[in-house]
């Protein structure tokens, strides 16, 4: 099964990078605007994307404030079913480290391999967004 994996640093404290992968105003923030998502464990986390002609379900499996949060996709595209998202905060000299992985992928496919350079582009926009740079969630609607 492959992983996709990206490592940044961010220069901002580990609670800021944890909110904006943990909280629906902080995945509206880089990821996509049509987000819903309760952060608790065995809460729902919805993400739409194209006026809503794709939307990823999801449900938060464990989140340790300021450390880690994770969440599997349920249902949708047959690609990710059954995948997981894993962002680690860690503190570092320079700033906070985040490292994300999408894993349990069945196979490296075409698609798979799309989706790991969409996620290097939200890790970088996702630093943006921590340090206040402010470039507005990829996905608008």
């Known amino acids: 099964m492959p992983d996709l994996h990206h490592s940044i640093v961010i220069q901002a404290s580990p609670m800021k990078v944890y909110?904006?992968?943990s909280t629906e105003k902080g995945f509206q923030g880089w990821w996509t605007a049509d987000t819903?998502?309760?952060?608790?464990?065995?809460?729902?986390a919805e993400f739409g994307f194209d006026n809503g002609g794709t939307v990823f379900h999801?449900?938060?499996?464990a989140l340790e404030p300021g450390?880690?949060?994770r969440m599997v996709c349920h249902g949708d595209d047959p690609q990710w079913r059954g995948t997981h998202?894993?962002?680690?905060?860690?503190?570092?000299?320079?700033?906070t480290r985040l490292t994300f992985i999408h894993g349990g992928w069945r196979e490296m496919t075409p698609y798979c391999a799309m989706c790991n350079s969409t996620w290097g582009e939200l890790?970088?926009?996702?630093?943006d967004y921590v340090e206040g740079k402010n470039p507005g969630p990829h996905w608008t609607r």
Not at 58 to 61: K, L, Q
Not at 85 to 95: A, I, N, T, Y
Not at 123 to 127: I, S
């Open 85 to 95: 998202l894993d962002w680690e905060v860690s503190k570092e000299p320079g700033g």
């Open 67 to 69: 450390k880690r949060f």
């Open 19 to 21: 909110e904006a992968v």
């Open 123 to 127: 890790t970088c926009r996702l630093k």
């Open 36 to 44: 819903r998502a309760e952060p608790k464990v065995g809460g729902k």
């Open 58 to 61: 999801m449900m938060v499996e």
